[in-house]
């Protein structure tokens, strides 16, 4: 199996992935607490001051950046060690993952505290359901990019 294939396939899948789950947070955009576009544009503040770019351009360039090239990435590494036989069931697992890494790393870092609790009680919540589905799509669209290619599951 080729590794440049591999990372490319998850790059692939992390690009699908996000763009479903940024159809879902646009669903719910009306609650302003649970704006994850505004949120990762608070952690990249500077760099759209440095770059001139409007505010919600760099929160959504963030998005797609970190749902496509680093977690699509991070999915084609750990996908053969995932728990699991089916595609869905790993990317569940896959989002789990990602979900405490959110909650634990990046919610701090964007001064929502752990877990997002600052924004809204809800908040870890609706971070773990956008992850879990976004890990679900990851894996589905992962193992359909694998079939196509012709390897084995």
Request: proline letters at 5%.
């Amino acid at each position: 199996m080729n590794s440049f294939g591999i990372i490319v396939r998850g790059f692939a899948a992390g690009l699908v992935s996000t763009c479903v789950l940024s159809l879902l947070m646009l669903s719910k955009q009306w609650v302003p607490q649970l704006d994850t576009i505004t949120v990762l544009d608070g952690i990249a503040r500077d760099f759209a001051l440095a770059t001139g770019m409007s505010a919600p351009f760099s929160g959504w360039l963030w998005h797609f950046a970190i749902g496509t090239l680093w977690w699509g990435w991070m999915y084609a590494v750990m996908e053969p060690i995932l728990p699991g036989r089916r595609p869905w069931i790993k990317g569940i697992s896959f989002g789990a993952i990602a979900t405490l890494m959110v909650w634990i790393i990046v919610l701090p870092l964007a001064g929502a505290g752990l877990f997002g609790l600052q924004l809204s009680a809800v908040q870890p919540l609706v971070s773990l359901a956008l992850h879990l589905v976004y890990g679900v799509v990851l894996g589905i669209a992962y193992a359909a990019l694998s079939r196509r290619r012709g390897e084995a599951q």
